[in-house]
């Protein structure tokens, strides 16, 4: 809304023109979204404690020290997506399809995550609605999403699509680029669900999940910024993707509901974020990586979610398999609980690994 500001009345009002730069609208998309959550999370939380009574089902095999949790409620990701999308709608550039993309991918996820949750609480059970049914729904919001950003891409003189708009790019390499014609529209949408699951088992331990998918959105934004900027792009040697800028306004609104969600969940959290927040954060990640051209650099940003999700593949196919069981219990940080580590120490370590990791990922920026 604000940038419309700087079409309309920067002629008449130099000083309009400070909305038309993305960086001082990611800032401002930030501070909106935490003052918002800051605001307005007391009364939310207050109002789904009355309709939640017992709040998130604690898991009977869990580790022992999670049973002091029962009756936090649950659907935090409530307040997150309502920061998110209020920032976005004030800072954010709405002409923009790739704004709306990732919104929409946001939202769409987190819908199937509040109606999981909803499951979860009204029965009193921690297992919610059929997980295939689950993935379908999802894959059907991802597919679409990617085949926005596949149409939105990189055009001809004549019209066109060109093959950048459906190839995958490679870190390290600046000119190595795999075309994947319609098929992109199904690597795009196994990115963003496998994102959004990898996000959702990481959710465990209060404020594990929300810090590392700061630290990850803060990552992307940067990315998002420089790879919509042609002199930067050309700079750095990375592939130049028009109009993503933007998205880097939504991830710093990501970071702002992120903090003020964590004021509520530090330990003992008050609340918790729930498949709402979970999938749809995730889901957000990974658009953001499709339409940026950097997914596989999303698994070195988000590796910490790759190795929470792979411990529960692992796990699940050894005890098939062989019927034992490689962890103590997976996701993984319920294993090193069940090995003695405090909650506070699994959740710290984690982020080191995340911060290490997007450091990482963001050295192949320059590293081509």
Known sequence: MLYY???EYATSFPEFNVFRYITFRTAGALVTSALFVFLFGP????????RQGKGQPIRSDGPET????????TMGGLMILSGIVASSMIWANLSSAYVWVVLMVTLGFGAIGFYDDYLKVSKASHKGFSGRVRLLLEFLIAGFATYVIMVNGDHNAAGDLTPFASSVAF????DWLLDLGFFFVVFGAFVMVAAGNAVNLTDGLDGLAIVPVMIAAGSFGVIAYLSGNAIFANYLQIHFVIGTGEVAVICGAVIGAGLGFLWFNAPPAAIFMGDTGSLALGGMIGATAVATKHEIVLAIIGGLFVL???SVIIQVASFKLTGKRVFRMAPIHH??????WTES??????????VILALIGLSTLKLR
């Open 5 to 7: 500001l700087s079409q």
């Open 43 to 50: 009364a939310i939380i207050a109002s789904l404690k009355i």
């Open 66 to 73: 999670h049973f002091a949790k029962a009756g936090t409620p």
């Open 171 to 174: 870190p390290f390499f600046k």
């Open 308 to 310: 929470e999700a792979m």
């Open 335 to 340: 294993h090193f609980e069940k090995k003695g």
């Open 345 to 354: 120490q699994v959740v710290i370590r984690f982020w080191i690994i995340a």
